[in-house]
């Protein structure tokens, strides 16, 4: 990181502690913040023409800020994030083409067509048809098109670390804003249920998750993007807060996803590294496993040994709960039977939620995509759930630099097991695992030494 990169690193952070202050502040402000995100960042493609693949710096970043849009009541469109994306992504298509070996996922999004006709033609005539269907297909067709952008294009590690600055700057608003919100935890915490006023009065599930993929995304930034003491610590710091943060959410989804990532990501690292890099890799990893301690350590005392319980699966009286997945079993197992029941087209896009009040008069919506889309999708979900699942490591046979693909692909099923796709961060991240990526030294087998800390 050169002395330039160096100060625009330190400016954009402080920038988004204010941005985080003044949202906190005022909330309506977040909604001008939406329309900054979408003007600067279409007139930032536009402007350069995609040549850098400048659509994924964007799309990273609005993955970052939606958490913060969502939470503020900032977004004009309740998928403002989703087709932002999708639309990003069709831009990036028009200037830069896409692979002629993509047509899995033209498969993938010609087989969610007829489910959402199939759904409109089922859903009773109380339901908003609209929301019912965008909420269930938004996050797949999201996924279809980012992957059809992504499919086998070179990028430069460079670049990738350019779109992970860009995801995790809003990242760094929304743990200030938390903080802002919640000062002290201890106030708060009284049950080892997912904890609404540690999550900034917003979903704990998707704070979890959003809070995960920014402590991978500042430990990346500790090892690769450190090139000065100075950003080492910051980075540290960064690290170590939003960790702490995301914990105290009580929701364990999100940041048990972010700590694979980071087993993940730190063990295809490891081979690529030349020997200098493999030991500094190995100090980090010790300072990370004594942070992690710490940070443990802090966050028992805060919640008086409540966040212990919590992931032991106990009750604020230490009794093991009946039910490890907080019922969301009962979900999948409603939405397996109705696949069951309906084999070949499913229920219908949207008919879901409809089907299991009808059936156990449980009104809730889906926390499982896989279960969703077997349920509403019936056997062309099946087809669609193959091709997500295999495509990524038939690349990867061919691309063995992309030290992300686990990382991004674990984030993916994952999050879609406990969080569906509430998020447009699982649908993007999952297309990052298709990226050819290529470093500036392309003989030595070894990450550039000027990544390493």
Partial sequence: MKSNDSTNYFKFLLIHLIIGWVIFVFPPLSKLYAIFIMFFGYSYVIKYKNKNNEVLIVAAYIIGAEVMLRMTDGMFINEYAKYNVILLMVLGMIYSGFSKYSFPYWLFLLFLIPGVFYG????????????????????????????????????????????????????????????????????????????????????????????????????????????????????????????????????????????????????????????QGQAKLLLIIITTILLSGFIWLYSSVQTGGLIDKRYANQDAKGREKESKLTGREILIESELEMFWENPI??????????????????????????????????????????????????????????????????????????????????????????LKVTFVDEKSNSLPRQSTV
Avoid at 145 to 156: G, K, P, Q, V, W
Avoid at 211 to 223: A, D, E, Q, R
Avoid at 246 to 261: C, K
Avoid at 384 to 399: H, K, R, S, V
Wanted: hydrophobic residues 50%; proline residues 2%; aromatic residues 14%.
């Fill in 345 to 434: 087209l499913g229920v219908g896009v949207g008919k879901n939620k409809e089907y299991r009040e009808e059936m156990l008069g449980i009104s809730a919506a889906s926390h499982n995509e896989i279960s969703r889309m077997l349920a509403e999708q019936g056997m062309l979900g099946v087809f669609c759930l193959l091709i997500l699942f295999i495509t990524p490591f038939i690349l990867y046979l061919n691309n063995r630099n992309n030290i992300f693909i686990l990382s991004f692909y674990l984030f993916w099923i994952l999050t879609i097991n406990h969080a569906a796709m509430r998020l447009a961060a699982p649908a993007f991240i999952y297309a990052l695992s298709l």
């Fill in 120 to 275: 409109i033609s089922q859903l009773n005539f109380e339901t908003n048809i609209r929301k019912a269907i965008a909420f269930n297909i938004s996050g797949p067709a999201t996924l279809g098109f980012a992957a059809l952008y992504c499919f086998d294009r070179e990028i430069t590690f460079e670049q990738i670390k350019k779109m992970i600055f860009a995801l995790g700057y809003p990242i760094v608003a929304i743990t200030l804003y938390l903080f802002l919100y919640t000062p002290s935890v201890k106030d708060v915490v009284i049950g080892t249920y997912s904890n609404f006023q540690t999550s900034g009065g917003f979903g704990p599930n998707q704070m979890s998750t959003i809070l995960g993929l920014g402590t991978f995304v500042y430990f990346f930034n500790t090892f690769f993007n450190s090139k000065t003491k100075t950003i080492l610590l910051i980075n540290i710091i960064l690290t170590t807060v939003i960790a702490y943060r995301g914990i105290v959410t009580f929701s364990r989804g999100g940041m048990l996803t972010g700590a694979i990532m980071i087993i993940c990501l730190v063990i295809l690292t490891y081979n690529k590294l030349n020997k």
